[in-house]
């Protein structure tokens, strides 16, 4: 199994930064993917961001420009910094570790106002 702890949701304005982070413990290999989905009421999950053990990284066209995606392999940890924000990315985010399955993350409220 693995084990995901996100933290860093919140409430900020529009046009502010937050940044979140998600560490992964347990089962870890080596080669793995790790990243962020969100959800916002009534939609389904989509994917934000995406980060390749082996450096790749993938946007969603929604947040290119604005998010950026990071990770630490030595701790296992990815992060996803999240600037310029608008009140449509508010959502839940989720944290994603795959490996030999998907892993998820409880989960993170990011608030946006307007």
């Known amino acids: 199994q693995v084990q995901l702890v996100e933290s860093g949701g919140g409430l900020v304005q529009a046009g502010g930064s937050l940044r979140l982070s998600c560490a992964a413990s347990g089962r870890i290999f080596s080669i793995n993917v790790m990243g962020w989905y969100r959800q916002a009421p009534g939609k389904q999950r989509e994917l934000v961001a995406i980060?390749?053990?082996?450096?790749?990284?993938n946007y969603a066209d929604s947040v290119k420009g604005r998010f950026t995606i990071s990770r630490d392999n030595a701790k296992n940890t990815v992060y996803l910094q999240m600037n310029s924000l608008k009140p449509e990315d508010t959502a839940v985010y989720y944290c994603?570790?795959?490996?030999?399955?998907?892993?998820w993350g409880q989960g993170t409220q990011v608030t946006v106002s307007s």
């Open positions: 980060s390749h053990s082996d450096g790749d990284t």
């Open positions: 994603l570790f795959r490996s030999w399955s998907d892993f």
